[in-house]
């Protein structure tokens, strides 16, 4: 379950453009973009015999956004402190 990442094809296009990457920033509680090599990684472990007994799992690969709460992510934005 991804968010955006950071590509090869679309580094350029991000890195070149101040605001959206100041956006991820403020969203992402790791305070960056994901990258294809976040996911690939993820996918390689669940690949391997270490995870032989998962099954049937969504796996956030999101830099924690999936556990904000709505209301953070808009103080955050709003510049609201709590």
Same mark, same amino acid.
């Given at each position: 379950?991804?968010? =955006? *990442? ?7 296009? *991000? ?8 956006? *991820? ?9 994901? =990258? #294809?090599?976040?996911? @690939?990684? #993820? %996918? ?6 270490? #995870? #032989? ?14 556990? %904000?709460?709505?209301?953070?992510? @808009?103080?955050?934005? @709003?510049?609201?402190?709590?």
């Amino acid at each position: 379950m991804p968010l =955006t *990442y950071l590509k090869q094809e679309s580094r350029q296009f *991000y890195e070149g453009n101040a605001e959206l990457m100041d956006m *991820y920033q403020r969203l992402v509680p790791l305070k960056r973009m994901g =990258t #294809a090599e976040d996911s @690939a990684n #993820a %996918l390689s472990f669940l690949c391997s015999e270490q #995870a #032989a007994f998962i099954n049937g799992q969504a796996i956030m690969i999101d830099g924690g956004v999936s556990v %904000l709460w709505p209301e953070e992510v @808009a103080r955050r934005f @709003a510049g609201i402190e709590s």
